[in-house]
């Protein structure tokens, strides 16, 4: 029946957005689909339900049962002799297994939500990644498109020439094979920004034939470090989940031990015995224990013992692992912070390359000059987004250990 509720619910998703979908996506749009419809998450979301279900198996009673026999015959005289005997069997758990049961069913569904929303940030940090990405291209085909007008400008002045010296006709053939350098790096974005696209299509349902996303002109706010020690504290999330683990284990072991006291059945009994003219009632009570002589339940006992010391060492790694990642991440995250200059380098260099036409036009530039200018901007800015991709994933590191990843957050990172 849930199933059935999801696939209703996005169809009714579907529905309703496939009549509004925009010519540009907005990007507060693809991170709210991802929480809400993201197969992964909805597929948790099923098992969170199972496992909700579960409850009624935690909290059960066991239910009573009816013993009835009856036998007839004879005995010493010649009428027949009726016996009959009936008993109502109650269960006794006893060592309070039910709320044993109840406590490892409420830990369990405890540590799965938490897991729920472990996943939750994974995916969101995966499509964050990807629109960054996206940011990053829209800038690189910004530069490769100027550089590439500029270059066919330069080449159609020497195709114009009736003539050309050796040394014109090899610049030429040095301008053909930059420009073409280029126009194939362009296309390789391109695939790449398809790519991309077909990524977010996926990721919401295919609601929408997704060509462009909005905020991709806007600059990316980077939080200053202040901003990031300044934050609440809150409790690691891999410590969190291990802490949860542990709680679990500690349920599951309280319940093993538990469980080496058998049961208590017991039951009103009620016989019957009719011979001749006697006719005889008795009642009585009668009860089953085992005892727990030879089976105590050793081996859930051990494996849970053994889970939970586990479990007990996976807390103190945890809480040691994560802070060194965190203040590693956060060192890095600071040093690497000084590349967010290199951006006023790129873009002053490329304000210096709007007159190129004119400058070569008067003979003030030389081919060599032009073609070195053009190479060295390409590669600054493929090193200054590899550089900005490795601080984002240190933004993105610090936050997802603080449990900080949602949509509210990641997009207060678009100026």
Known sequence: MMFIHFIIAGFLSFSSFAQVCPEVTPINWLLKEVEDTHPQLLFKRLQLDQLQAKEYEAKKFINPEVEHFSVWGREFEPKPVYMNESRLWFTLQLANKRKGRTEAWEKALKAEKYDEKLLKQALLKDLWLNFFRLHQIHDEMRIKNKIISKLEFILGQYQKRKYLSPDQTLEERIIKMVLDNFQLSENFLQREKLSIF?????????????????????N???????DLEGEEKVE?????????????????????????????????????????TKDVYTAGLSFVFPLPVFDRNQTERFATTYQKEWAHRQIELSQKKEQNRLNFHKEKYKSGLFLIKELEVIEESLSKFDNVETKFKE???????????????????KNYHIGETSLMNDLLQIYELKGLINSENLIKLVD
């Open 363 to 381: 003979g003030k530039l030389s081919i060599n000059n032009v073609v070195e200018f053009c190479r060295q901007l390409d590669d600054i800015m």
């Open 220 to 226: 990316i706010r980077w939080p200053k470090p202040r």
């Open 198 to 218: 077909e990524f977010l299509k996926e990721v919401t349902g295919y609601q929408c034939q997704i060509s462009k996303v909005s905020e991709l002109e806007d």
């Open 236 to 276: 690691l999330v891999l410590s969190k989940m291990a802490s949860l683990q542990f709680d679990l284990n500690s349920a599951n072991a309280i319940l093993a031990d538990k469980k080496a006291i058998p049961d208590l059945r017991i039951a009103p009994v009620f016989q019957n015995y009719q011979s001749g």
